[in-house]
T-cell receptor
Framework: NAGVMQNPRHLVRRRGQEARLRCSPM?????VYWYRQLPEEGLKFMVY????????ESGMPKERFSAEFPKEGPSILRIQQVVRGDSAAYFC?????????????FGAGSRLTVL | AQSVTQPDIHITVSEGASLELRCNYS??????LFWYVQSPGQGLQLLLK??????LVQGIKGFEAEFKRSQSSFNLRKPSVHWSDAAEYFC????????????????FGKGTKLSVIP
């Protein structure tokens, strides 16, 4: 029973390039969340998606960042024109439908390094 | 705004010794509290959670945590540490009720790295 799968685990980009991070939720889960962990910081919420819908993107930077969760395939977090400040660990989490005791299951994270 | 403080960045204990990791939170309503553990190269694994009821909660791997509302604390404890417990531990707070934005916008502390001396 695979958990939340993220890839790539490590990604190196030069300034100005694009980064794409992928997340496959746990089997049976239909809700996906992205969190970011900057160096020496705790995880911070970025965006919440369901299939083909962005439910809450209040934690996303206003520019260069986007997320999607298509009907088929993994959720993708896309960062355009990366800058050094984007270097961080990006964690994806998933959950089932809200049922009063929602618990997020996290993946191992994707570590982005911008040179 | 809610916040979580983990005062200890790094703790070293000897194998077999007891452990307590501190967590203080700031939240204006009834909090939901969590402890996650992250081993190197692994995802965050849920150790335990507090929603309501008994303030002493038991988790996996022999861990327990006690919710103290008067102190706004949710400290994690283990009576005897094993070398395999070396990892980073994160405390997090979520909002009640368990739907809506608060249920998934968890606020995390910066983590405490635990080293275990054999």
């Amino acid at each position: 029973n695979a958990g939340v799968m993220q890839n790539p685990r490590h990604l190196v980009r030069r300034r100005g390039q694009e980064a794409r991070l992928r997340c496959s939720p746990m089997k049976g889960h239909s809700h996906v969340y992205w969190y970011r962990q900057l160096p020496e910081e705790g995880l911070k919420f970025m965006v919440y998606l369901q299939k083909e819908n962005i439910i809450d993107e209040s934690g996303m930077p206003k520019e260069r960042f986007s997320a999607e969760f298509p009907k088929e395939g993994p959720s993708i977090l896309r960062i355009q024109q990366v800058v050094r400040g984007d270097s961080a660990a990006y964690f994806c989490a998933s959950s089932g439908a809200f049922s009063g005791a929602n618990v997020l299951t996290f993946g191992a994270g994707s570590r982005l390094t911008v040179l | 705004a809610q916040s979580v403080t983990q005062p200890d960045i790094h703790i070293t204990v000897s194998e077999g010794a007891s452990l307590e990791l501190r967590c203080n939170y700031s939240y204006g309503a009834t909090p939901y509290l969590f402890w996650y553990v992250q081993s190197p190269g692994q995802g965050l694994q849920l150790l335990l959670k507090y929603f309501s009821g008994d303030t002493l909660v038991q988790g996996i791997k022999g861990f327990e945590a006690e919710f103290k509302r008067s102190q706004s604390s949710f400290n994690l404890r283990k009576p005897s540490v094993h070398w395999s417990d070396a990892a980073e531990y994160f405390c997090a707070v979520g909002a009640y009720p368990w739907y809506g934005a608060g249920s998934y916008q968890l606020t995390f502390g910066k983590g405490t790295k635990l080293s275990v001396i054999p």
